[in-house]
């Protein structure tokens, strides 16, 4: 603010405002690298599940004269009928009951689990329980697949969706409990203690305090265990081998034929199977951006 001296004699005061920035100012503060590389990232996920969709609306003829990228310029449903002929919903439903059956535990299990780890600081069994977690997020799928096999041979649950829901649950517990543990470990203590002086029991603070405030790493952990389970195709290779215990993996296979693979059909399979994961993420998108904004960068 300036004082001046008019024409009178009598002294004025103006109010200098400070220059706003221009819009062409503010667009050249933008990140145009970081969003170019987004653009790049949506281009490479895009051009796949793209192809997916125009391929299973093509006939198998028709795939191999024209270009892949090329839509249909007769599109039929015959892939879908095809893929639902081979008994596709037999084996959606088993994955849907293996994803469920071994997701719903290992969260629930995993958010006690890493609420009493958080809450029994200084315990030592509870350390020893945590160290032995740990541990389990080193050891491959891969390497203990043979004992997973001779176990559930002594079990006599070969060949059931039993047997490849047990181990889908140990093998998600151990990534869930580190999440949802440094997600819990943030919550003030203070309202631990609160509760805790107004009568609630251990019982009453996990799920009426930790479970609301640790709902994006609940969410989290779920969207990324049901994918991982979904999509499983060891377990249920080595654990299975009726045809009414497959999977959705295991049921692309059998469209590949003895003397060439139906590209169309399997597109259409894909695609069938890929709506509920489209789904479930489109639902959870913003509790899963959440929780890993929130549980990693804490």
Do not use: C
Not at 173 to 183: D, E, G, T, Y
Not at 206 to 227: D, E, H, M, S
Not at 232 to 240: A, D, E, K, N, Y
């Amino acid at each position: 603010m300036t004082t001046t001296i008019n024409a009178t004699g009598t002294p004025t005061r103006q109010t200098q405002q400070r220059e706003r920035p221009s819009r062409g100012k503010k667009l050249l503060k933008m990140n145009w690298i970081g969003g170019s590389l987004g653009w790049i990232w949506l281009v490479i996920v895009i051009v796949p599940l793209y192809w997916i969709v125009i391929t299973s609306f093509k006939t198998q003829a028709n795939y191999f004269l024209t270009n892949s990228f090329e839509p249909p310029s007769h599109p039929t449903l015959d892939n879908y009928q095809t893929v639902l002929d081979n008994d596709i919903i037999r084996y959606f439903l088993n994955s849907v009951v293996v994803t469920l059956g071994a997701t719903v535990p290992a969260v629930v299990i995993s958010f006690m689990a890493a609420f009493a780890i958080v809450r029994g600081v200084g315990n030592r069994w509870l350390r020893w329980i945590n160290n032995m977690f740990l541990t389990g997020l080193a050891i491959p799928l891969q390497a203990v697949i043979i004992p997973i096999y001779l176990i559930i041979i002594r079990l006599k649950l070969y060949d059931s969706l039993l047997a490849i829901i047990l181990p889908s649950i140990a093998f998600a517990i151990p990534l869930s409990v580190l999440v949802l543990r440094n997600f819990i470990r943030d919550v003030p203590r203070e309202l631990f203690e609160s509760m805790h002086m107004d009568g609630a029991t251990e019982w009453g603070i996990l799920w009426r305090l930790a479970f609301p405030l640790t709902r994006p790493a609940l969410v989290t952990v779920t969207i990324y265990n049901g994918l991982a389970i979904w999509n499983g195709f060891l377990l249920p290779l080595v654990l299975t081998q009726s045809p009414e215990q497959r999977t959705i993996p295991l049921a692309l296979v059998n469209l590949t034929g003895q003397f060439g693979v139906n590209f169309p059909a399997i597109a259409a399979s894909v695609t069938l199977t890929t709506l509920p994961i489209v789904v479930l993420y489109a639902l959870g998108r913003r509790q899963l951006l959440s929780g890993l904004t929130a549980g990693f960068g804490k």
